[in-house]
């Protein structure tokens, strides 16, 4: 990870067990059962942030317990951009800590079922203007293997998933994805709508190489010139 100049300033090892998820995927890899959640070390966590990260322009919230994605968002500097990750056992176990994250959130990143739980409704445009109204101006839904969606001030934008001949393991392709996403974001620093859409694409190229092996076998293996490849492919694709 340091070759691939990923910062560790922040990082801190804790005795304990590691955090644990299982689940289980249904025939077509779209649909999974959640199996098991462990917070182990998670659960006693107080992150501190270093200085240096307070003032950076682009907080990720990823997929953990939203008091502590609260905790870590009351140390920052009014970031440009708040992206906030979650997942359907914070949803259920702990929904009112999630709503005051998400309402201090600009772009809010969540699956369709997730979606469906969180709002109550299986209508999409309902479930949009429910979580629209709490304070993200930017709503991107996973879709697995029917792609994404792009939700902006009223403006849809719908690109598919990258087409595979083999799907492997879709654990991670969520994590991945937001990261490809966030990292073009922050490299472009810009917001525009041109800069999202491409942005969500170019997450859904990097998801595309993690289910191609099982956990991140496929990752260790591909530089960014790779990715960059099959991005323009993608693009490609989709243009008309």
């Not at 990870?1 to 995927?25: C, H, I, P, S």
């Not at 203007?129 to 994404?148: C, D, E, H, Q």
């Not at 937001?178 to 041109?194: P, V």
């Amino acid at each position: 990870l340091k070759q691939r100049r990923v910062n560790f300033d922040g990082m801190v090892e804790a005795a304990g067990k590691t955090f644990r998820w299982g689940g289980g995927y249904h025939k077509n890899m779209n649909m999974r059962d959640t199996l098991f959640t462990d917070l182990n070390v998670f659960e006693t966590f107080d992150p501190v942030l270093p200085d240096h990260y307070k003032s950076l322009d682009y907080l990720f919230l990823a997929n953990i317990d939203p008091d502590l994605q609260l905790k870590v968002l009351d140390q920052m500097h009014k970031p440009r951009a708040v992206i906030l990750d979650t997942m359907n056992f914070w949803i259920s176990g702990k929904k009112e800590s999630l709503t005051r994250v998400i309402q201090r959130t600009d772009i809010l990143i969540i699956n369709d079922e997730e979606l469906t739980e969180y709002t109550g409704t299986d209508n999409f445009m309902e479930g949009l203007k429910l979580i629209t109204s709490l304070g993200p101006k930017v709503v991107v839904i996973k879709r697995g293997m029917y792609g994404a969606v792009l939700y902006n001030a009223g403006r849809f934008f719908f690109a598919p998933a990258y087409p595979l001949p083999r799907v492997m393991d879709p654990t991670g392709a969520g994590d991945t994805f937001a990261g490809g996403f966030i990292g073009y974001l922050a490299e472009q620093d810009n917001l525009d709508e041109i800069t999202l859409r491409r942005a969500l694409v170019y997450g859904s190229t990097t998801a595309s190489f993690t289910v191609e092996e099982f956990s991140m076998d496929r990752l260790k293996n591909i530089d960014r010139d790779t990715v960059d490849k099959r991005w323009h492919e993608f693009k490609e694709m989709m243009s008309f």
